[in-house]
Nanobody, 135 residues
Framework: QLQVVESGGGLVQPGGSLRLSCTTS???????????IGWFRQAPGKAREGVSC????????RYADSVKGRFTISRDTANNAVYLQIDNLQPEDTAIYYC?????????????????????????WGQGTRVTVSQ
């Protein structure tokens, strides 16, 4: 059973940057390369939305239109982590950011595409990390 853990959130001024990390819990570890990973966010009073995702064993990334050019998702295989680099933060980026993972249920070891607009396939979710953008 995988447990993912987010970190790196905080309070930042508009125009600032953060790097969010998605790693595994020491109590439920697995190789994140086996999973497609998505980053989602939920702002106060709004529905959760996908902002970026990265495939498993395939160099495919996806971004929501609202974050293209400012967000960058990447894998760090050596440290078993997935990062979300967020630049030029804006007040509308204020939200709780969640990392989630899709297992390769049917073809282990084969490439697995990620999903940005369908979170129902994501089996494993973290508790979230809060990002607040304010003066």
């Amino acid at each position: 059973q995988l447990q993912v853990v987010e970190s790196g959130g905080g309070l930042v001024q508009p125009g600032g940057s953060l790097r969010l990390s998605c790693t595994t819990s020491e109590f439920a570890q697995d190789n994140l390369d086996k999973y497609a990973i998505g980053w989602f966010r939920q702002a106060p009073g709004k529905a959760r939305e996908g902002v970026s995702c990265i495939g498993s064993r395939i160099a495919t990334t996806r971004y929501a239109d609202s974050v293209k050019g400012r967000f960058t998702i990447s894998r760090d295989t050596a440290n078993n982590a997935v990062y979300l680099q967020i630049d030029n933060l804006q007040p509308e980026d204020t939200a709780i950011y969640y990392c989630a993972a899709i297992p390769n249920r049917y073809y282990p070891g084969r490439p697995l595409y990620c999903l940005l607009y369908d979170d129902s396939e994501y089996d494993y979710w973290g508790q979230g990390t809060r990002v607040t953008v304010s003066q």
